[in-house]
């Protein structure tokens, strides 16, 4: 694949009035198309450069392709907001429109297609994080990296639970319950209209835009089509909320690791920090075994039939209702408990989770079930245009008794009314 070089700058300076370096494409690159699943590596553009120091610039060009006329699109980094073994995520500014995106950078072997990459383009979600399109970029090592375009989503789930620690306060319910709805729609639109298995369910993958409460799940670099009888890596997804089955080395898994992680992230909303603290993989099953207690011959079989005649020391299951505050909606426990069950079957999937009955406090009106009442007085509602297919913009509406609507204030921000906060509160957990 054609690489090309950094060409002089056209007039395009910093504020400090020094030039900037444009990556420029040659013209038969300029063919890259937006979510064309027919044509892969074959129509994204090369560029050349690192692209992550703040200030540098990337220019590439879409379209060009049946048909469609040809965009040149620049972006200016700002700033890195994500690193890993994986890559590196930065922010940048597009500076024909002004947008702010995020782009994922991420080493790409040259023998083979990159699955994030065929995975994103098929996602299509209101609670997903979306691809608006990608390009190729080769450093002066020859090495080659795929840059994914993605929304921009400024905070976490896992910094919104940092804030409300340093508070010293919990997490108000209104929002645990309204983020776990959200977790649960996504998860039931990639597990059975995509048929993928996410495999890194996390708070720091749960983006959360702090004026609308809206969540939307990413970082699909672990995710995968399952496919029964073929056999997977066990050692995947983070530490404390890696399934048991994984810790046990299991390799025919299912999405139903997804369901344990999300169980372990309502734990977390719910008690402010980890539910299982591991501190490796063994550890992490004595945190497991220390709240489920010892797992039966027929669970271990369940999770994996490899391990059944290993002896572990049997201890008790501790109580739901003493881990979580005294305080705290029984039905909220019992979801905690529905989803971290040692048997992958028995948990709770997030189709039942998000449309069906099995969490009815979700949809307390069997006869609507796209309307979920979040104030005990009723006068509060968190509405959707439902649609397992997904593509519809949830309409979020929070307001309290008085009338006042929270709707475009962060979780962090929202100012109590006279008297006090305002009570708010989903049906079914107090």
């Not at 971290?340 to 709770?348: E, V």
């Amino acid at each position: 694949m054609a690489s090309v070089g950094v060409a002089p700058t056209s007039g395009r300076r910093e504020p400090s009035g020094h030039a900037v370096g444009v990556d420029k494409l040659p013209e038969e690159m300029n063919d890259m198309k937006i979510r064309d699943d027919k044509e892969m590596e074959s129509t994204v553009a090369v560029v050349d450069g690192n692209g992550t120091e703040t200030g540098h610039i990337i220019v590439t060009t879409i379209g060009g392709r049946n048909g469609q006329p040809k965009q040149t699109i620049s972006y200016m980094a700002e700033r890195v907001v994500g690193h890993g073994s994986f890559g590196v995520v930065f922010q940048a500014k597009c500076l024909e429109t002004g947008e702010t995106v995020a782009i994922k950078k991420v080493l790409q072997d040259k023998r083979y297609k990159n699955r994030e990459l065929q995975t994103m383009r098929l996602l299509d979600h209101p609670n997903v994080v979306s691809l608006k399109h990608c390009f190729f970029s080769t450093t002066e090592k020859d090495e080659l990296y795929l840059n994914l375009v993605l929304e921009y989503v400024p905070e976490t789930v896992h910094r919104v639970i940092k804030h409300y620690n340093k508070l010293n306060q919990r997490m108000p319910l209104i929002y645990v319950k309204l983020y776990t709805y959200q977790i649960f729609r996504a998860l039931s639109y990639i597990h059975r209209c995509i048929g993928v298995c996410h495999r890194d369910i996390k708070p720091q993958n749960l983006l959360v835009n702090p004026h609308t409460h809206q969540v939307k799940l990413c970082d699909f670099g672990s995710a995968k089509v399952l496919v029964k009888g073929e056999p997977n890596i066990s050692y995947i997804c983070s530490r404390y909320y890696r399934a048991p089955e994984l810790i046990f080395g299991a390799t025919e898994y299912t999405s139903a690791i997804d369901v344990w992680s999300v169980g372990c992230v309502l734990a977390e909303l719910l008690l402010g920090q980890p539910l299982f603290p591991g501190e490796s993989g063994v550890d992490q099953l004595v945190e497991i075994i220390k709240v489920l207690g010892t797992p039966t011959r027929e669970e271990i079989k369940c999770m994996n039939p490899n391990y059944t005649e290993f002896k572990f020391p049997q201890i008790k299951a501790h109580p739901w209702h003493k881990i979580f505050h005294k305080r705290m909606p029984p039905e909220a426990v019992d979801l905690v408990s529905r989803l971290l069950q040692y048997s992958p079957n028995l948990r709770c999937t997030a189709g039942s989770c998000s449309y069906g009955d099995s969490c009815k406090y979700l949809h307390p009106n069997d006869n609507q079930q796209d309307t979920v009442l979040i104030d005990t007085n009723q006068s509060s509602t968190f509405q959707e245009n439902q649609s397992v297919g997904g593509s519809s913009l949830p309409d979020v509406v929070v307001r309290d008794h008085t009338g006042t609507s929270w709707s475009n204030l962060p979780p962090t921000l929202m100012p109590p009314p006279e008297g006090g906060h305002p009570r708010l509160s989903f049906v079914g957990w107090g």
